[in-house]
């Protein structure tokens, strides 16, 4: 069985700074001393992605009051000049920077300014041709969330990215806002695999860590997990996100389940071998016997410990001659033998 590769992690700050960048530096200062792979924001023009006709998700009313949903969005963006202030942070502290853009706009702007691994296209954005035509005149790898799409609509979105299957991620995801894990169901990872032949990953949205676990143990390439530094913070995405010691805990128990799955082959540990010999049986002479006396069946029992003859290779010493006197209740050993 070949050994997996190891699953990308993408801690999801998002809104989650406030608009404010002495928070989005504090975050990225924390995530980078936890063995993640990339920080992701998010950047839109409000003007750009909302029409009059634009309302607020019923988690975005309850956790960020009644403000219009375009002034939500303003409230919580950085400048371009932030961003790319972040990204210059993430590489110093050796993380790399990604950023979701929601209008092609801003998604020239930033693609313009700052090198990014990977474009990210958003569950809501899927049908955002304009974005996805634009991406689609770059040779870069594509991270796709697929929670409001269709496998008809993703062959579609695919085709006309026109990107090669080793660049392309699909992300399953359930677009809840926290999403329970009544409503995860994994195996439609595994059917985005089979019916797209490319890389496939989870982004998730429940408050806990058993989806994603579940997700990396059934082979998931890339695990995207939101995060903030207070979940009490007023703003859209800080209820469902972990907090700061949530997370440093997620990316090690990720990390911890990769080492269960990457064993290269099947060895006992020092102390599984010493319990083995402790619990194991030997074969053990039943009673005490003289030296010429042939072994019979009769002659041995199995006892512990388990550090002396295994008692599968009994057949190849019935019928032997002793060379010495033997005790009883003893280890059987080779040099008994003749």
Do not use: W
């Amino acid at each position: 069985m070949p050994i997996r590769k190891r699953t990308l992690i993408t801690a999801e700050i998002g809104p989650n700074h406030n608009g404010k960048i002495r928070y989005a530096e504090k975050i990225i200062y924390k995530l980078s001393k936890l063995d993640i792979d990339f920080i992701k924001f998010q950047y839109a023009d409000p003007d750009e992605v909302y029409s009059l006709n634009s309302f607020k998700a019923d988690y975005q009313i309850k956790n960020d009051g009644k403000s219009s949903i375009k002034e939500m969005s303003r409230r919580n963006q950085l400048k371009l000049s932030e961003h790319v202030k972040l990204a210059k942070l993430c590489k110093k502290l050796k993380k790399q920077y990604v950023c979701t853009v929601f209008d092609l706009k801003s998604m020239k702007k930033l693609n313009d300014n700052i090198n990014m691994p990977y474009f990210k296209i958003a569950s809501g954005e899927t049908r955002s041709l304009d974005i996805i035509k634009y991406l689609s005149r770059y040779k870069k790898k594509i991270v796709i969330s697929t929670g409001m799409s269709d496998f008809k609509e993703l062959k579609k979105i695919i085709k006309i990215l026109n990107i090669k299957k080793k660049k392309l991620t699909l992300l399953y995801c359930v677009s809840s806002y926290p999403a329970i894990n009544s409503q995860i169901n994994i195996n439609k990872m595994l059917e985005l695999k089979k019916k797209f032949k490319c890389d496939v990953g989870f982004s998730d949205h429940t408050e806990g860590f058993e989806s994603s676990m579940v997700a990396v143990i059934k082979g998931a390439s890339m695990i995207e997990k939101h995060v903030t530094l207070d979940k009490n913070l007023k703003g859209p995405d800080h209820k469902f996100s972990l907090n700061l010691n949530e997370f440093s805990d997620f990316v090690q128990k990720i990390r911890n389940t990769e080492k269960i799955l990457n064993r290269k082959k099947i060895t006992k540990s020092k102390n599984e071998k010493k319990i083995q010999f402790m619990a194991m049986k030997s074969i053990v002479f039943k009673k005490s016997l003289k030296k010429n006396h042939i072994l019979k069946e009769e002659d041995i029992t199995f006892k512990r410990p388990g550090t002396g003859i295994n008692p599968f290779k009994l057949k190849k010493y019935i019928g032997n001659k002793l060379k010495r006197d033997v005790f009883e209740n003893t280890l059987i050993n080779k040099n008994d033998f003749f």
